[in-house]
């Protein structure tokens, strides 16, 4: 575990950890505030993401900021970040080797940011940080605790661009999480 974002950022710049060195263009390492209270939690890059280096920027990051607005949290208040920080090609789902290979980098984030509450966005993020047992449609919505911080699955942003009354699902929850901050 590295103890400064300094050192953690070094760490990561020619990270060739998985296949997906490769394809990327940039790694999308994370952005916000470092003293977060609470982290965000997504699947990997895309396209957009993978041009800029930074997360959720596309259509779906767009939408995640409109709700963010509704909600009451501001985007700079917040850290954002991913299972993997390379795009997986095609923006196919980021295997089981590669999430392996990242996470380390992702704990070393969460050690550093410290934040009450991590949400997570869709199957992936649930999956690779609670268990493989747990599934989004059953989980969603509901608070965990583990080595105390509080976890709330939603819905990933980019399937609320499918299915419309998903989004109801996640101004929900991410009201539960305002709700909870300012207990
Ligand atoms: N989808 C994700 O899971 N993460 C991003 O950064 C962008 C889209």
Redesign the pocket.
Known sequence: MLETWEELEKSIVDCNKCKLCKTRRNI?FGTGNKNAKIMFI?????AD?DMQGI??V?R??KLMNMAFGIVGIKREDVYIA?IVKCRPPANRNPEEDEANACLDYLRNQVTLVKPEIIVL?GSVALKNILGKEYGITASRGKWFEKMQIKYMPTW?P?ALLRDETKKVDFIKDLKLVVEELNK
């Open positions: 999308v997504g699947e990997g890059p895309g993401e997360p959720f596309g779906a990051g991913n966005l990933h980019a």
